[in-house]
């Protein structure tokens, strides 16, 4: 079993940035994936980015390439977020999400609970 915990959501206006963390607890392997995805009122849950624990590639949705930056820290089982130029748009609960496989759909095994973030224009 894998535990994810979020934290570091906030208000913050357009044009500013954001980091947020994700402490994973459990039985996490340096090949396992870490993601980030979120869910805007009256969305779906959308993917974000993701890489591995042990780093490699890097996936980023087209929304965020250039602004957001995942990071991971495989000693300490940390993954984070780094968001910059943020927008309106970006307001959504963010996930952590950890998986044996890396993949751009919601198909990911292991949640956190989410934390809020929301970007006043």
Known sequence: QVQLVESGGGLVQAGGSLRLSCAASGRIFN???????????????????????????????????????????NVKNMAYLQMSTLKPEDTAVYYCAANSVLRTTTQWNYWGQGTQVTVSS
Do not use: C, H, L, M
């Open 31 to 73: 090949n396992y994936a870490v993601g980030w995805f979120r869910q805007a009122p009256g969305k779906e849950r959308e993917f974000v980015v993701a890489t591995r624990w042990s780093g490699g590639n890097t996936y980023y949705a087209d929304s965020v390439k250039g602004r957001f930056t995942i990071s991971t820290d």
